[in-house]
């Protein structure tokens, strides 16, 4: 480190370590977020728009610890209420009923309001506190926050895997959820509703949230740990991802243009409503294939299939003897 960097890190009393120098941030003299946008985009023209702005709230933030906590809670809440908005209002002015997968069931407002006080409550005291830890979990297993990102091909490989690995996860722990005193005493308040909105994505005891949200936040910790070479923008990009995947899959609706209707082996909210719909089977969130190869398919056309396969089987051992 130069003196000129020491004196100007000695003035400023921190130096957000967001540039892969000091010296960088250390030389950023505004004050407010706009000036400080400003600077970096004339001083480091080399960056893109996210990467700038990205940049920008950690040196205006004045601390990392706190940058980073605040970004992945805002960034929560902001994406989740938000994809939750337009399925609202969907809901309520009864848009695309046709499309509706249960459309003689309709959730009220007193449903909805219930359900988003739970929901944030379950944000503030489950999910909030945790987050602070983030930023210094991030250093101590080299999670960069450094600017410039990585490749797109690099963040999509990744989310890639993180995608697999949850919807395994998710699958696994969903199924031992609805098992006995599991059921009873955890995953039950998430099957309050059988015709699922929204909103109630999140709608789960603190256990559930939990548990399952280790598949969202644990599996990327595990893969800095084993490979390093992981961006907090890549597990930003990938936590938006799940939270648009898990808001969707509750919605309720099943459209033509729906990602399953051109990507056969994807859940969706058709997949997820049949499992609210007779509480069993469908334990996967993201793709189809685990419930197929566990036989554990719910719905009348699942059940139809199973009972064909027995038959057959049946009929097959009876020819043999």
């Given at each position: 480190m130069s003196n000129s960097t020491a004196s100007l890190i000695s003035k400023i009393g921190f130096v957000s370590q967001v540039f892969e120098d000091n010296q960088t941030a250390a030389a950023i003299t505004g004050t407010t977020f706009t000036s400080i946008y400003q600077e970096i985009s004339s001083s480091q023209t080399q960056l893109h728009f996210l990467e700038r702005l990205w940049a920008s709230w950690y040196v205006y933030m004045k601390n990392d610890v706190l940058a980073t906590g605040?970004?992945?809670?805002?960034?929560?809440?902001?994406?989740?209420?938000?994809r939750c908005l337009p399925w609202y209002i969907i809901?309520?002015?009864?848009?695309?009923?046709?499309?509706?997968?249960q459309p003689t069931v309709i959730p009220t407002d007193k449903e909805q309001w219930e359900c988003l006080k739970s929901v944030l409550k379950s944000h503030f005291i489950v999910e909030a506190l945790p987050i602070w830890t983030f930023h210094p979990m991030c250093m101590k297993l080299g999670i960069s926050v450094t600017v410039p990102f990585p490749d797109y091909t690099t963040m999509l490989k990744q989310i890639a895997i993180f995608l697999?690995?949850?919807?395994?996860w998710h699958y696994v722990f969903h199924r031992l959820f609805h098992y006995s005193i599991f059921y009873k005493y955890i995953h039950k308040q998430h099957h309050k509703y059988a015709a699922p909105f929204g909103l109630a994505a999140?709608?789960?005891?603190?256990i559930e949230v939990m548990a399952l949200g280790f598949g969202t936040v644990g599996f990327p910790i595990i893969y800095a740990y084993i490979f390093n070479g992981l961006h907090l923008f890549t597990v930003c990009c990938w936590v938006v991802t799940r939270l648009f995947q898990a808001v969707d899959s509750h919605s309720g609706y099943d459209f033509p243009?729906?990602?399953?209707?051109?990507?056969?082996?994807?859940?969706?909210?058709?997949?997820?409503?049949?499992?609210?719909?007779?509480?069993?089977?469908?334990?996967?969130?993201?793709?189809?294939?685990?419930?197929?190869?566990?036989?554990?398919?719910?719905?009348p056309v699942a059940k139809a299939a199973r009972e064909k396969r027995m038959k057959n089987k049946t009929e097959r051992k009876v020819k043999v003897n």
């Open positions: 605040l970004m992945f809670f805002l960034l929560h809440e902001i994406m989740y209420f938000g809901d309520k002015f009864g848009l695309f009923r046709k499309y509706k997968i697999f690995l949850e919807d395994l999140e709608y789960a005891h603190p243009w729906s990602l399953n209707k051109f990507l056969p082996f994807w859940a969706g909210a058709e997949h997820h409503d049949l499992h609210h719909h007779y509480f069993i089977g469908n334990y996967a969130s993201s793709f189809r294939w685990w419930d197929y190869v566990m036989d554990t398919e719910s719905g």
